[in-house]
């Protein structure tokens, strides 16, 4: 201990020489600075912000005052460069929005970090300090891993709140306004961690007694500790750092460092050395300067005594005895002299060693090192740089020689250099400041890490190192890591990562989302088994299963497999799962791809269902019939009814009503057989308008009376307001030696006999429900086609037609317009113009109409009347573009007939024509859109008509 104290003072001792010649040499740096402050600042009170509750930094003593190591500091550089200060004190987010509204100057204590650095300006830093994670006594903690997805305690916003939002860690972060709330939470037991500055943390602890914490020792995320002020503000920044270069030169800033946080820290620095013991150097100092004088003066002594000693040789013979004492006492002298010349001489050399040592570290040195001499304006500021002196490694790292860089100016070495950059630097030259960076030389195609600072005023010196290869690795590392992250965290498919104890260590956001938690901290950490049901869909345990598995991907290396996972809700999860085998930081892991195949699961069950379902219906098809009648054809269950069943009317419903109408009739038909049947009773529907039922252990009068009760229900039900009909067959096989296909074909014969004569009756009354369905849609309608059929009756009469044709015209009229029931209500009631797309639509009605009618025998010449009644004379009417006599009689004479009564009548978007205007109209569209003779007929016998 004491010779490493002897060593440290020999060193200091030694420093101290090199350090008076350089500055015997130069000026003082501390001569030149000038401790007036720019005009700018001293104008004006500086308004200082800082944390309210931040000891031992910034705080308010017992009488509200503001106090601390930052606010003693500010004030010892307001003091010194001559500006004063006013405090505003308050929680740490609020003093930072002020900072960046205007509303202080300065914030006297700020982390430094390049995110904070594109907000602030930043002075040189003051002081340096760590974070550290504080426990109770009985926990401990040994690296911030260990902190995943637990709670800890943080004050909102501090450096070490967003250092460990950094780290990905999935942490539950407890915020609050300061480090003493921070501290008893812990303290009182309501969380184990909290992440605080090492500094303030064992201050809250010695100033409050929390006895039972304690920090554990991490050191984390050191940063720099600087005043900061807003972006722009130069002037106050270069103030701010003269300020604490006089504070250092003069010892104030070492006397309140020690007295705020020197109790926590340990100063044990060369430069500490120096300031302790600088009197006994200087005393060392002049003592040496002492011997060296005394040593000249002795030499001129020892030269005037030669020489009267020679004067006074003769004179000195005679007092022989008396020289020679005299000579013994002058060797005596002599050789005292020679060993003080001698460890003079020794302590020279080794100086020369030590700079010959330095020079040869300097040349040697793997980085590159050049000293710079700064070219101003007449405004003193850097416009360029000169080359001074470069070593080897700087020739080698720039490919250029030395011969051609010294003397010369860096814009003519440099001609891309950007102007920043010589500011930049030039700045360290002018002000002192250290400057740290990473730059791309174009002119080299290098990245290169660059320390600047000033061996003396008005020069810089750069270390270079090439950092090209590291940059490039750094950008692959980075683009590999950011491509399997964002393929990790973009999937939409769970994605976990499994480690050698068959637990989660991560999972991306699909999985947290998927299986209904609410962050990562709820899987990580897990089993795969914690997450699946008891059991697989097999029966087998679902961790033997896991156990099975995760044996086989590490073996093959792969595996894919179903899985049925428990969502947090109990929901089960049916999985595809692809399990690989990864090697991530040298360490093995199970890469887990998940698949949800719930959705093919339910298709599956799907079409299983429909392979024996009718999509319709949700009844049984034919294919489940056809194979069920085989297993039923058996002995123990005869007797063996078979009943066919048909629905009547299904394609008038259709042409009707659409499609959608004929569905509804179908479906209600199955509901009424499905209520009717017994369980054991198998019913399927065999295609369209078809159904069966399977009758095990039924007489056929049994049957006879379920056919009864269907019946009975069936006309309970009604589709558009027309009765389910429906015709049913009946057939039993009543021992074993029938053939079952007989006896289903007996049914269907017994089924089309009845429907031969239920069918027409039930069509007739259909067909009336329909025509007063349409009148009920539109009231106009009935009206209407009264009127054409009495026009249409008069019109057969003034033909001297049969009356017959003259009845066939009058239920003509009734009927031409049914094919309207199909189309829509709001079309046909629309009070203005049609558009096109409206027409159209109206257009269809004379097929429906057809449709209609053609499924009564009776009634399949007026079909053929309806179908062509809007036809036109010059065959451009539709729907076929019939032309003249291709149109049938009666269509024609209906045509005119519903063309006048149009006419005639008063209309939403227009007013009735008087019978001349109307029959004026006639006669210019005859020939084209009506029968000519047939028009001049109509309009001779229109006054009888009436």
Not at 288 to 316: A, Q
Not at 382 to 397: A, C
Not at 405 to 431: D, M, S
Not at 717 to 741: A, D, P, R
């Amino acid at each position: 201990m004491h010779l490493n104290r002897f060593t440290k003072l020999l060193v200091s001792f030694f420093i101290g020489v090199i350090t008076i010649i350089i500055t015997s040499s130069q000026p003082s740096a501390l001569n030149s600075i000038n401790n007036e402050p720019t005009p700018k600042i001293s104008e004006r009170v500086i308004i200082v912000g800082d944390d309210i509750d931040y000891p031992p930094f910034s705080y308010l003593d017992k009488d509200n005052r503001p106090t601390g190591f930052n606010i003693e500091l500010i004030q010892g550089v307001a003091k010194v460069m001559g500006f004063e200060v006013e405090f505003q004190l308050r929680n740490w987010n609020e003093t930072k929005n002020n900072l960046r509204e205007g509303k202080i100057d300065i914030i006297s204590g700020m982390f430094y970090s390049a995110e904070r650095e594109k907000e602030f300006n930043f002075s040189s830093n003051h002081s340096v300090a760590s974070s550290d994670i504080f426990t109770r006594m009985d926990y401990s903690i040994k690296s911030i891993d260990e902190l995943r997805g637990l709670e800890v305690v943080v004050v909102k916003n501090d450096i070490i709140h967003e250092f460990l939002l950094s780290q990905n860690l999935d942490i539950e972060f407890i915020e609050v306004d300061t480090v003493s709330n921070a501290l008893r939470l812990i303290s009182a037991g309501e969380y184990d961690y909290a992440a605080v500055l090492k500094l303030s943390g064992h201050y809250v602890i010695n100033h409050h007694n929390l006895n039972n914490l304690k920090s554990n020792s991490l050191h984390l995320n050191p940063q720099n500790y600087s005043f900061a002020v807003k972006i722009g503000n130069d002037d106050l920044v270069n103030a701010l750092n003269e300020g604490l270069v006089i504070l250092n030169a003069t010892g104030q800033y070492r006397e309140i460092y020690n007295r705020w946080l020197g109790v926590y820290t340990e100063d044990t620095s060369i430069l500490s050395f120096f300031r302790k013991y600088y009197w006994l150097l200087y005393t060392i100092i002049l003592l040496v300067f002492g011997l060296f004088i005394w040593n000249i003066l002795l030499r001129k002594v020892v030269s005037s005594r030669t020489k009267e000693l020679m004067n006074l040789n003769l004179e000195l013979q005679q007092n022989q005895e008396e020289l020679a004492a005299s000579n013994e006492e002058l060797e005596a002298s002599l050789g005292q002299l020679l060993a003080t010349e001698e460890e003079l001489r020794y302590q020279y050399d080794k100086l020369k060693d030590s700079e010959e040592r330095y020079k040869k570290l300097v040349t040697e040195m793997h980085q590159g090192l050049a000293l710079h001499q700064i070219v101003v304006d007449e405004n003193g500021e850097p416009i360029d740089y000169i080359f001074v002196d470069v070593n080897r490694s700087y020739e080698k790292l720039t490919g250029i020689n030395r011969e051609d860089l010294i003397g010369k100016k860096v814009t003519e070495v440099f001609p891309n250099i950007q102007k920043y950059w010589i500011r930049k630097l030039g700045q360290v030259a002018l002000t002192g400041n250290v400057a740290h960076f990473e730059k791309f030389n174009n002119d080299l195609n290098k990245f290169f890490e660059i320390v600047a600072y000033r061996p003396r005023p008005m020069k810089f010196a750069i270390i270079l190192s090439d950092i090209t290869e590291r940059k490039r690795i750094e950008q692959l590392i980075k683009l590999s890591e950011e491509n399997f992250r964002m393929l990790f965290e973009g999937s939409s498919d769970p994605i976990l990562l499994m480690d050698s104890d068959n637990k989660f260590i991560d999972c991306n956001t699909a999985t947290v989302t998927t299986f209904g938690y609410d962050k990562k901290g709820d899987i990580i950490g897990k089993n795969p088994w914690h997450l699946s049901p008891e059991r697989q869909l097999c029966g087998e345990s679902s961790q033997e299963r896991a156990l099975e598995i995760i044996d086989h991907a590490n073996k093959e290396g792969k595996n894919r497999f179903e899985w049925w996972h428990k969502k947090k809700d109990g929901t089960i999860l049916p999985m595809d799962i692809i399990m690989t085998s990864i090697s991530m930081k040298d360490k093995k892991l199970l890469h887990i791809v998940c698949r949800d195949i719930s959705d093919r699961k339910r298709m599956e069950q799907r079409l299983e269902f429909l392979s024996y379902h009718d999509q319709l219906t949700g009844l049984y098809n034919r294919r489940y019939f056809e194979n069920e009648l085989i297993k039923v054809d058996i002995p123990s269950a005869l007797p063996l009814t078979i009943v066919m069943a048909d629905v009547n009317g299904l394609k008038l419903i259709n042409d009707a009503f659409g499609h959608a109408a004929g569905d509804e009739l179908l479906i209600k038909v199955a509901s009424v057989l499905k209520r009717g049947c017994r369980q054991s009773d198998i019913l399927a529907r065999l295609g369209g308008d078809e159904f069966i039922i399977i009758l095990p252990n039924t007489h056929f009068q049994e049957a006879e009376e379920i056919v009864k009760t269907l019946k009975k229900n069936a006309l309970d039900e009604t589709v558009q307001s027309i009765n389910l009909s429906i015709s049913f067959g009946i057939s039993t096989k009543s021992c074993k030696y029938q053939n079952i296909h007989e006896i289903l074909r007996n049914a269907e014969d017994d089924m089309y006999k009845k429907k031969l004569y239920e069918s027409p009756s039930i069509r007739s009354k259909n067909i009336n429900l329909i025509i007063k369905t349409l009148n009920e849609k539109c009231a106009r309608e009935e009206a209407h086609s009264h009127r054409v059929s009495s026009l249409c009756r008069s019109f057969g009469e003034a033909l001297n037609l049969s009356d017959e044709k003259i009845h066939e015209l009058k239920i003509v009229g009734l009927l031409h317009d049914i094919g309207k029931i199909a189309i829509e209500g709001d079309i046909l009631n629309k009070p203005g113009k049609l558009i096109d797309e409206e027409w159209k639509e109206i257009k269809r009605h004379p097929e429906i109409g057809y449709r209609l009618l053609s499924s009564l025998n009776e009634m399949s010449d007026i079909a053929e009347y309806v179908l062509a009644h809007h036809e036109s004379w010059d065959g451009t009417g539709y729907p076929k573009g019939l032309k003249g006599e291709e149109i049938p009689l009666q269509a024609r004479i209906i045509s005119i007939a519903d063309a006048y009564d149009a006419m005639t009548s008063k209309r939403s978007y227009r007013e009735a024509m008087s019978t001349e205007q109307a029959l004026e109209e006639l006669k210019k569209c005859s020939g084209k859109q009506f029968d000519p003779n047939l028009v001049e007929i109509f309009i001779n016998s229109i006054s009888s008509f009436e």
